[in-house]
């Protein structure tokens, strides 16, 4: 089974501080996402890769950076936190099947609080 | 990537079939349609995926029309354990760098 590992389920921060959101995945799935989720806002798409040290911006990267410095790791970074950033957060990878689909998997998520 | 419209809710009761449709009027000819499933405080899990006519697997069927503008999501004698949020996702078959961006999904409240 494909494990995607996020490294915090809960996390409290203060606002200013730096924070740091891991993410790792065991398939050697090239492609990763990030994505944040908020009650009745759905998710919402922050930043994704499609290879090392390769990014593309989401619908909504303000405020977020992210790094994939190996293939397994994808990092999700609060340069200075804020509390409008108190949300779940969603590390996903993805495979492609003969026909081309891309099926996306999730890890079990990341509760911050910023305070 | 094509835009998806679902219904905010459902409501049903144990046993019943539930048909949840996605509307995707701009879907292009090399997009797919992909249904997940999430539970609260759980990411979001692959339900089904498919591209035209119809798909079966052991948890649900995918029904798509033949212009592929709407797609419904057919879940057979739903219990309790299938309360959860629904989401459909259009991608594009082009091997990775996709914007995979999800709708507001529909939740399912499934009853006695």
């Known amino acids: 089974d494909v494990k995607v590992t996020q490294s915090s389920r809960y996390l409290v921060k203060r606002t200013g501080e730096k924070v740091f959101l891991e993410c790792v995945q065991d398939?050697?799935?090239?492609?990763m996402f990030w994505y944040r989720q908020d009650p009745g806002l759905g998710l919402r798409l922050i930043y994704f890769?499609?290879?090392?040290?390769?990014?593309e911006k989401g619908d909504i990267p303000e405020g977020y950076s992210v790094s994939r410095e190996k293939k397994e790791r994808f990092s999700l970074i609060l340069e200075s936190a804020s509390t409008n950033q108190t949300s779940m957060y969603l590390c996903?990878?993805?495979?492609?099947?003969?026909?081309?689909?891309?099926?996306?998997?999730f890890g079990s998520g990341t509760q911050l609080s910023v305070l | 990537l094509a835009k998806t419209t679902q219904p905010i809710s459902m409501d049903s009761y144990e046993g019943q079939e539930v048909n949840i449709t996605c509307s995707h009027n701009?879907?292009?000819?090399?997009?797919?349609i992909t249904w997940y499933q999430q539970f609260p405080s759980q990411g979001p899990r692959f339900i089904i995926q498919?591209?035209?006519t119809k798909v079966t697997n052991e948890v649900a069927s995918l029904f798509i029309p033949a212009d592929r503008k709407s797609s419904t999501l057919s879940l057979p004698r739903v219990s309790l354990s299938d309360t959860a949020v629904y989401y459909c996702l259009v991608g594009r078959v082009t091997g990775g760098g996709n914007k995979l961006t999800f709708g507001t999904g529909t939740q399912l409240k499934v009853e006695l």
């Open positions: 890769s499609y290879d090392v040290k390769m990014k």
């Open positions: 996903a990878s993805s495979s492609f099947d003969r026909a081309g689909g891309e099926k996306l998997f």
């Open positions: 498919g591209y035209k």
């Open positions: 398939m050697d799935h090239e492609n």
């Open positions: 701009n879907i292009a000819t090399n997009d797919y």
